[in-house]
Nanobody, 115 residues
């Protein structure tokens, strides 16, 4: 299993970023995918997840209405569109593949929201 995130960076409050996670080494379309984040000094939290077909999504309350998770099973890629970013969204964002009861992780990408 290999997961490679991209799209992080620095943005001002109110800005947008789109994260991508390219997957390989497993049958991507069979498994739920997740985005996590870890803010400085805090535990990692689940931000959003999406079913294997992309028809069911879930979000942590803090990002509802601002973030959108999606996937393209033809491209083996999962996305996280982040709008109206806030300083508290700052952290390392990692994608994960939930396979047979455990997460397989990417290396993460830094998102910094600051004026």
């Amino acid at each position: 299993v290999q997961l490679v995130e991209s799209g992080g960076g620095s943005v001002q409050p109110g800005g947008s970023l789109r994260l991508s996670c390219q997957a390989s080494g497993f049958t991507f379309s069979n498994y739920r995918m997740r985005w996590y984040r870890q803010a400085p000094g805090k535990e990692r939290e689940l931000v959003a997840d999406i079913s294997s077909r992309g028809d069911t999504t879930n979000y942590v309350e803090a990002v509802k209405g601002r973030f959108t998770i999606s996937r393209d099973n033809g491209l083996n890629t999962v996305y996280l569109q982040m709008n109206s970013l806030k300083p508290e969204d700052t952290g390392v964002y990692s994608c994960a593949a939930f396979i047979f009861g455990r997460n397989y992780w990417g290396q993460g990408t830094q998102v910094t929201v600051s004026s």
